[in-house]
């Protein structure tokens, strides 16, 4: 990449414009006149991009953007790239300046214990160790190859082998329950699962080898299983009658074909993995993204806005990149983007505060301090979590000087849900004390559907605390308001209007791209709808206000409302249910289910434990509701579609005949009651 050893402390963002100024003969007044030359002629932004970060390619592309509608937009046909073709490159420089590629902890190691360490060489001999493996297991370009691991190295090493041979990766987390995970895997039909024995997380153990048992018989696809010795005690499960291969086997070669192995040279937009994004109704949509569209996405917006660089061209201590995230989570793919600018990936796996219990099954107190000793141990440079993460810090009132040596974190960076004013002057304040009075909050939002981000970060730009800075190189963004007008200073639809190269390929198994099409584009006819309220300020700003649509946010994961309602509504008792999440800029997640039970049950303390027991077991703990309340009805349309929407606007504060049209209605005398509900629910 060009200049970032000469120039180390200089942001990211001005390297690119001076070379565009050197090489293009381009120069810009302003950041805005930037972005809108980068939206306006997306043949020389995105080429500006691929010369920049010297992305390599054995064929010539014909044209940066071959057709240009949405969905269905062509990028640099011809090119052949792999993304451990971006990650490898780095591997002897890094190793010769002492950078390591990836350095971890997890809840035990971090009380005493060395981290682990992974060498850039290291990280390649295990890639290629282990894609020699999946290739004699049959494993060809297109297979899926799926994963139901931890936040731990392992995942990033089965992550980059997969790929690298052109298979399509797909993680789960395991704190997901196993009808989460189905529903996701089944609809991809992996040939190989990567699993772990357990997890570490609150301070207590968790086996998970029952539900590895239960995924590999209800998949009948996977001919071959990998189980990670996460706990250290897979030897001892032999006699499960699982049969399976020990990853650690699987990673150890070292032989010439392993030192000779090269990733494959692929077409731009070969699927590189499938993640998953909920709607309100149907099974998880399973996004397939390309190589090229992720790698170049990436690079513009880990280096530009993220204001990373390479550990071996950045500074005394070398780059060092953390994101706190599941493997569940988009941010998990996001952490690995570090590697492919050669920046040291920090990665901890477990609880990052909140409540954990002891062996006893004893409650302990919140320990919101974790994470930030982590970084102070990682030395890292970038701190990124979920907004609700800075959150939960400020409310817990924590002192980040008795949090060990954290001057060298420069950037704290944010995203899932809103950042409030009020936690960003906490982190502000926090770290001036600590000597870092010109902290940089680097707030994004994006997300799952293309991989990336739509606002972020310019180190040269004004902080305003509660506003992210501008929107992102690339990327068309506006506001629309009902008329599907751009708007300034108010708030509207987020969309995007043409577009960027790490936009969804396709859903799995969509016919007709049907489901995407009703994803993205229902709204407006070519134009990418994305699910958020936003706001763009006169300056550049942008604030986003929460979802507009009824989608489940909880601390930056996004689950279904279809797939809560098979939970809840799988219990004999509840005839009916709607959930609907009340995040909004900057608030608490707060999360109410309305169930219909039926005659005769109450909705005592058993019950509501038998609710929350189900969404947490065929769900995750994270989409427990805060609470739960019976009702006599769920507000319905005419057809027969639950009102979560209209029922979510109310209960923001909009006025009821603004949110509902009561003759599109089957049951409009219910809503007497979700009015009143609003109403108790107004000052709090």
């Known amino acids: 990449m060009a200049s970032q050893s000469t120039a180390p402390f200089i942001p990211q ?41 010297e992305l390599r390619s054995p064929t010539p592309h014909s044209a940066v953007l071959a057709t240009s509608h949405m969905p269905g937009a062509t990028w640099f046909a011809g090119a052949q790239v792999n993304y451990v073709n971006q990650v ?7 190793h010769a300046a002492g950078c390591a590629a990836v350095i971890s902890h997890n809840e035990k190691t971090l009380a005493g214990a060395d981290p682990r360490t992974l060498s850039w060489p290291e990280l390649r001999r295990q890639v290629a160790s282990l894609a020699l493996h999946l290739r004699a297991q049959g494993v060809v370009p297109g297979d899926r190859v799926a994963a139901y691991l931890p936040n731990i190295p ?33 609809q991809i039909e992996p040939k190989i699962l990567i699993a772990c024995d ?14 590895v048992a239960e995924l590999r018989k209800a998949l009948p696809t996977v001919q071959h299983l990998l189980v990670v010795d996460n706990l250290g005690g897979l030897a001892a499960s032999a006699g499960r009658n699982m049969p399976f291969t020990n990853f650690a086997s699987a990673v150890a070669r070292d032989d010439d074909a392993c030192g000779s192995f090269e990733p494959l040279w692929l077409p731009f937009d070969h699927p590189l993995w499938i993640v998953y994004s909920s709607g309100t109704t149907g099974l998880p949509k399973p996004i397939v ?54 920046t040291t990936c920090c990665l901890f796996d477990g609880n990052p505060g909140g409540e954990t219990v002891d062996a006893a099954g004893n409650k302990q107190t919140p320990d919101w301090t974790t994470l930030w000793r982590f970084a102070s141990d990682m030395r890292v440079t970038f701190f990124g979590a979920g ?19 954290l001057s060298h974190v420069r950037a704290l960076g944010t995203t899932g849900s809103p950042l409030s004013e009020e936690a960003q002057a906490w982190g502000t304040a926090q770290m001036a004390l600590l000597g870092r009075p010109d902290i940089w909050w680097c707030n994004m939002s ?49 969309v995007c209007t043409r577009p960027i190269p790490s936009m969804p390929l396709y859903f799995w198994g969509d016919a007709g791209n049907q489901r995407y099409l009703s994803s993205y584009f229902d709204m407006y006819a070519g134009v990418w709808r994305h699910g958020d309220w936003l706001k763009i300020g006169a300056n550049g700003g942008c604030i986003i206000y929460g979802r507009s649509d009824a989608t489940i946010n909880r601390h930056g994961l996004r689950m279904g409302t279809s797939e809560l309602y098979r939970a809840v509504e799988a219990l004999p008792e509840v005839l009916d249910s709607m959930v609907v999440d009340l995040e909004y800029l900057g608030r608490d997640s707060y999360m109410p289910l309305f169930v219909v039970l039926r005659e005769g049950v109450l909705l005592d303390d058993a019950m509501r434990g038998k609710l929350n027991n189900a969404i947490r077991y065929a769900l995750s703990p994270r989409f427990v509701p805060n609470a739960v309340f019976q009702v006599a009805e769920v507000p319905r349309t005419l057809s027969g579609k639950k009102q ?41």
């Open 154 to 186: 392992e995942a990033l090493v089965a992550f980059l082998a997969t790929v690298s041979i052109g298979a399509v990766w797909s993680v789960c987390a395991p704190d997901m329950g196993s009808n989460a995970v189905l529903d996701r895997f089944k």
């Open 198 to 211: 357990g997890v570490t997380y609150g301070g207590r153990e968790q086996d998970r080898l029952a539900v």
């Open 387 to 405: 907004a609700a993460f800075f959150a939960s810090c400020m409310k817990a009132q924590i002192n980040l000087a008795a949090c060990g040596d």
């Open 289 to 342: 993204h390309g190589h090229g569209g992720a790698v170049i996405v990436a690079l513009a917006l880990i280096s530009l806005h993220n204001d990373l660089g390479s550990s071996y061209a950045s500074n005394s201590i070398g780059e060092r990149y953390h994101w706190y995230s599941s493997t569940g989570w988009i941010m998990w793919n996001a952490q690995g983007y570090g590697l492919l600018l050669g």
């Open 644 to 684: 979560e929407l209209p029922i979510k606007k109310l209960l923001l504060g909009q006025p009821l005949d603004k949110v509902v049209n009561r003759e599109a209605m089957a049951n409009p005398g219910c809503l007497d009651w979700y009015v009143q509900f609003a109403k108790s629910r107004a000052n709090v």
């Open 88 to 94: 490898f490159r780095h591997v002897d420089a890094a």
């Open 13 to 53: 963002i001005r390297l690119y414009q001076n070379w565009l100024q050197q090489r293009r003969g381009l120069s810009f007044d302003s950041y805005d006149d930037l972005w809108r030359w980068s939206i306006t002629d997306l043949d020389a932004f995105w080429q500006s991009i691929w010369d920049y970060f």
């Open 446 to 494: 994006g997300g799952t559907d293309f991989a990336g981000a739509f606002i972020g970060g310019n180190r040269e730009l004004p902080l305003v605390p509660g506003e992210m800075q501008c929107r992102l190189l690339g990327c068309a963004v506006e506001a629309w308001d009902e008329q599907g007008q751009a708007v300034i200073d108010a708030v509207g639809e987020l």
